[in-house]
Antibody, heavy 122, light 107 residues
Framework: QVQLVQSGAEVKKPGASVKVSCKAS????????IYWVRQAPGQGLEWMGW????????NYAEILHGRLTMITDTSTSTAYMELRSLRSDDTAVYYC???????????????WGQGTLVTVSS | EIVMTQSPATLSVSPGERASLSCRAS??????LAWYQHKSGQAPRLLIH???TRATGIPVRFSGSGFGTEFTLNISSLQSEDFALYFC?????????FGGGTKVEIK
């Protein structure tokens, strides 16, 4: 079945970097975009960015520009999200999600990964 | 940026009753609105897209309506597994944005 499986929880110190993986299965990886969303404790969902595995094109949320990189490895059908210069307010559950249609750009999501808790603490 | 506002924040409903959740957009979305169900520790699940189209496998007790800036998710007869957090998302333009969510709890 179509699914996204994310890497495990991470604990990082302020200023460090984190890289979360999202392995896709059950569909043609290059046909659908991958999106990243996060949810800080007690907060709503925040869209982080988008990547097309086919073209490598990306679009990042303005607030994260300069600290965020998204890449894909089409040989393993895996997407990666790297966030640098971590701060305490980056503590959140990070989700990857597949675009529900093959259209590149704004989309809704289906399915989502199970989430990866990233804790930033000294 | 399109601001999405959901109400109420919490909805207390008895099993078997109907629940009605609201989502409002700061500008017209046409029908570019999706609804998700989110249970703690699980991946969010797509319920509705295009404002009113049920996703594959979603029970018919879930229905979406609305157009433009006002949208509603109705759950016709709440089952025990329906008590969860529900949120809306606009898919019209970057940046993609979400409502703050409505928690549906057992009354």
């Amino acid at each position: 079945q179509v699914q996204l499986v994310q890497s495990g929880a991470e604990v990082k110190k302020p200023g460090a970097s984190v890289k979360v993986s999202c392995k896709a299965s059950g569909f043609t990886f290059t046909s659908y975009s991958i999106y990243w969303v996060r949810q800080a404790p007690g907060q709503g969902l925040e869209w982080m960015g988008w990547i097309s595995p086919y073209t490598g094109n990306t679009n990042y949320a303005e607030i994260l520009h300069g600290r965020l990189t998204m890449i894909t490895d089409t040989s393993t059908s895996t997407a990666y999200m790297e966030l640098r210069s971590l701060r305490s307010d980056d503590t959140a559950v990070y989700y990857c999600a597949r675009g529900a249609t093959t259209a590149a750009g704004p989309n809704w999501f289906d399915p989502w990964g199970q989430g990866t808790l990233v804790t930033v603490s000294s | 940026e399109i601001v999405m506002t959901q109400s109420p924040a919490t909805l207390s409903v008895s099993p078997g009753e109907r629940a009605s959740l609201s989502c409002r957009a700061s500008q017209s979305l046409s029908s570019n609105l999706a609804w998700y169900q989110h249970k703690s520790g699980q991946a969010p699940r797509l319920l509705i897209h295009g404002a009113s189209t049920r996703a594959t496998g979603i029970p018919v007790r879930f229905s979406g309506s609305g157009f433009g800036t006002e949208f509603t998710l109705n759950i016709s007869s709440l089952q025990s597994e329906d008590f969860a957090l529900y949120f809306c998302q606009q898919s019209l333009q970057w940046p993609l944005t979400f409502g703050g969510g409505t928690k549906v709890e057992i009354k």
